[in-house]
């Protein structure tokens, strides 16, 4: 493939995006291949706690700062470290993008975020996934084509990585899994497969896991298991429907969907936002913010020239 540096967005040539990845679990192994897939972007190395060396000649460091100048810092951490791990990156002038995933939490991530931001010079993309993330956008889309009438968004069947990790974060979960079960109109079945650590009751940890603000609002069965591996798939997907009012006339139905592994394409959406960080002024932005062209390699003549 040939090499295709990046360009700014009057199309003027730039060196390519230097780009570290935080984390190295689910997301962050496929952040790397997407990184390295970019044509615009070099992957300068990974960070994560367990100390120093290299993967496949990729550097692996447990403080950014061993990797020299980074431009941005893909956050494929847990949800519930990202904010801190984000004020970090962003005081030190490194834009960030996340796979934040709690919605109701996003509004004040947003300001927090963009209060360092912005004394930094810096940008954050947040909630850089696909739901939140590119599902948003088409919500808005949607929105824009039906101002009167619902949207219905409907996940699954597949494992929720978000929900898996949170299930993992309870005392006495040896290891986990979280499925997502649509009832459709946007319900959801959550069915959590654990294995226990040893002198664990089970009936205490599934009233944890339950009480846990991610599985809080939907149906939860928490299912004792001997193997969790045996049941794991990254198989995911997501319906969206809207029924509604275009001007004054009735009954305009859209639909949307797609069947995806989930960890890889969250990764993907997060490379693009990296690239439209650059392209934006300093501050937070979710991705219904940022304009669709940003997300794209190159500069936006050629993609007018190809889309519209």
Request: aromatic fraction near 6%; glycine fraction near 12%.
């Amino acid at each position: 493939m040939p090499e295709i540096i990046r360009h700014d967005i009057k199309g003027g040539v730039m060196g390519k995006y230097r780009i570290a990845v935080v984390g190295y679990g689910n997301i962050g192994r496929y952040a790397v291949q997407a990184v390295q897939a970019a044509t615009d972007m070099e992957l300068v190395g990974i960070v994560r706690r367990l100390g120093s060396g290299d993967l496949n000649g990729v550097p692996v460091v447990d403080d950014i700062a061993k990797l020299g100048k980074v431009d941005a810092a893909l956050l494929c951490v847990p949800t519930r470290n990202i904010e801190e791990t984000a004020q970090k990156y962003l005081s030190m002038g490194i834009n960030t993008v996340d796979s934040y995933d709690v919605h109701g939490g996003i509004p004040e991530l947003r300001e927090k975020l963009g209060k360092t931001a912005e004394e930094s010079g810096a940008v954050a993309v947040l909630s850089a996934g696909w739901d939140p993330g590119s599902d948003s956008v088409i919500r808005a889309l949607l929105e824009s084509m039906a101002p009167i009438g619902v949207t219905y968004t409907n996940f699954g069947p597949g494992m929720s990585m978000g929900h898996t990790v949170a299930v993992k974060a309870v005392t006495g979960v040896a290891e986990a899994l979280s499925v997502t079960i649509p009832l459709g109109a946007g319900v959801h079945r959550r069915m959590v497969y654990i294995e226990l650590e040893d002198d664990v009751e089970f009936s205490k940890v599934a009233a944890d896991i339950k009480s846990d603000p991610y599985f809080i609002n939907d149906e939860t069965h928490v299912i004792q298991v001997e193997d969790v591996s045996a049941l794991a798939d990254k198989g995911h997907g997501v319906s969206l429907t809207r029924k509604g009012v275009s001007g004054t006339t009735d009954n305009q139905l859209f639909e949307f969907g797609m069947k995806v592994n989930n960890p890889a394409l969250t990764s993907q959406v997060m490379v693009s936002c990296a690239r439209a960080g650059f392209r934006q002024a300093p501050g937070a932005y979710t991705m219904i913010e940022i304009p669709v062209v940003d997300l794209l390699p190159g500069g936006r003549e050629k993609w007018i020239k190809k889309l519209v």
